[in-house]
């Protein structure tokens, strides 16, 4: 298992804005450290993490997303190509205190999630929903060229 707390402390240490309300993100170059590339698979790499207001933390890689919900303090591993996106959408809250942006997923195993990203965050937020997004059409494909034989 990960060491969420320490993730979740990380994140919340790397973004110094105080006017972010709601969920924050890492990604790219701010993910590649020692101590993340330890607690995954050598063949995976750390693409986002974010964290929303409640607690709970995200962590997209390049072969599937790793969730932890703070309250129960489980940890979830969605490997993208094992289990299919069955729905995913993205919405902007404005006005509402909490979050402003909002990537809703949902896995063939009926687990939806909903992912809180702050507006600051928006055109991050685009680009994980863009990222989930083509690995749902990449699913599709791939299943669809199964059932023509």
Known sequence: MLDWDRLINYTMDQ?????????????????????????????????????????????????????????????????????????????????RFDSDVEIIIEFNRNSRFVISIDMYYENIAKDIYYYFRDIKDRQYNNHRSYDRF
Request: a neutral charge.
């Open 15 to 95: 973004v110094e804005d105080e006017t972010i309300r709601g969920g924050r993100v890492l990604y790219g170059r701010e993910l590649y450290t020692r101590g993340i590339d330890r607690m995954l698979d050598r063949n995976e790499e750390a693409l986002y993490l974010t964290k929303n207001n409640v607690g709970d933390a995200y962590l997209i890689t390049t072969k599937g997303m790793i969730v932890f919900t703070r309250n129960s303090r489980r940890e979830l591993y969605y490997d993208f190509y094992r289990d299919q996106i069955s729905f995913i959408d993205f919405q902007s809250r404005c006005g």
